[in-house]
């Protein structure tokens, strides 16, 4: 099993331009989450997906940022147009389910710096 | 929404001693798990354990999930250990984290 998969690894990129970070979750996996990494914040979720239907989108922090799963092996998050303030590590990670109980897996980040 | 809180925050050793992480939460939880951060900044994975205790090597964990805690020890421990340490607890979907605790071992 490869992990959670998640490209690219660094994307530096300049304020205005349109950011897409793409991931791809374990095999048989149903659920799909975004979160972000700042050392203000932490680590906060963006967006999470069940079966590929967005479930709650309350952590997005503004219309600039859109995320899709179109299918249970590929989900992109896009920023249009990037700020400074977007620079941020961005991770992926896809839950399985072992009733009651659920356990997740992390992809390895993209590094965002927006100039 | 279930809070989540870590300590120490921070915490320095030498190598070769031993820590005991704490991570105390708010509220009734389907899923604990401690991750690692290491320099590189992946997330590893350490133990998945809403309940109970769990070793694996130098490391072990124990949730008493009534109490609403969780403890991470590390035992004996090495350079490689330093980094962040984070517990993440799910009440009803989402795995929330806290704000780690950032090891440094010293050789």
């Known amino acids: 099993d490869a992990g959670v998969i998640q490209s690219p690894r660094h994307e530096v990129t300049e304020m205005g331009q349109e950011v897409t970070l793409r991931c791809k979750p374990i095999?048989?996996?149903?659920?799909l989450f975004w979160y972000r990494q700042t050392m203000m914040r932490g680590l906060e979720l963006l967006i999470y997906?069940?079966?590929?239907?967005?479930?709650?989108d309350s952590g997005m922090p503004e219309d600039r940022f859109s995320a899709k799963m179109p299918n249970a092996s590929f989900s992109t998050l896009k920023i249009q147009p990037s700020e400074p303030r977007d620079s941020a590590v961005y991770f992926c990670?896809?839950?399985?389910?072992?009733?009651?109980?659920?356990?997740?897996?992390f992809g390895s980040g993209t590094r965002l710096t927006v100039v | 929404g279930i809070q989540v809180e870590q300590s120490p925050p921070d915490l320095i050793l030498q190598e070769g001693a031993n820590s005991t992480l704490r991570c105390n939460f708010s509220d009734s939880v389907n899923n604990l798990q401690w991750f690692h951060q290491n320099p590189w900044g992946q997330l590893i994975n350490l133990f998945y354990?809403?309940?109970g205790t769990k070793q694996n090597g130098r490391l072990s964990a124990t949730t008493v999930a009534t109490e609403r805690y969780s403890l991470l020890y590390i035992s004996s421990s090495q350079t490689t250990d330093s980094g962040v340490y984070f517990c993440?607890?799910?009440?009803?979907?989402?795995?929330?984290f806290g704000q780690g605790t950032r090891l440094t071992i010293n050789p």
């Open positions: 095999s048989g996996h149903n659920s």
């Open positions: 354990i809403p309940s």
């Open positions: 997906f069940n079966n590929n239907v967005p479930i709650d």
């Open positions: 990670a896809s839950r399985y389910r072992v009733l009651p109980h659920y356990g997740y897996t």
């Open positions: 993440a607890v799910q009440g009803a979907q989402k795995l929330v």
